[in-house]
Nanobody
Framework: QVQLVESGGGLVQAGGSLRLSCAAS????????MGWFRQAPGKEREFVAG????????YYADSVKGRFTISRDNAKNTVYLQMASLKPEDTAVYYC???????????????????WGQGTQVTVSS
């Protein structure tokens, strides 16, 4: 079992940057592939980025590719989402997710993740 707690959300102007963090409890964080999803009002939760358990593989949604970077620090049990060149359409609640995984696996579908955080709000003003 792992518990996930997101932080770092807030209000930012278009073109600005934010870094989200997701802290995981437990001693087996390095066994988990991690991902970030987001959900805007009235919309489905969508994949943003994923990272393998060792950080060697990453995958991004086309909408954020080149602007967002996912990374992890297994010594700190934390996964990050660095967001740059933010747009109003990036406004959403951002969730981190995790699942036990093979060494290089990255997952992009909501149903593939077992554990979820409570979410952190990101609002981008125009």
């Amino acid at each position: 079992q792992v518990q996930l707690v997101e932080s770092g959300g807030g209000l930012v102007q278009a073109g600005g940057s934010l870094r989200l963090s997701c802290a995981a409890s437990g001693r087996t964080f390095s066994s988990y592939a991690m991902g970030w999803f987001r959900q805007a009002p009235g919309k489905e939760r969508e994949f943003v980025a994923g990272i393998s358990r060792n950080g060697g593989s990453t995958y991004y949604a086309d909408s954020v590719k080149g602007r967002f970077t996912i990374s992890r620090d297994n010594a700190k049990n934390t996964v990050y989402l660095q967001m740059a060149s933010l747009k109003p359409e990036d406004t959403a609640v951002y969730y981190c997710a995790g699942r036990e995984a093979g060494w290089g696996s990255v997952y992009q579908y909501r149903a593939q993740y077992n554990y979820w955080g409570q979410g952190t709000q990101v609002t981008v003003s125009s």
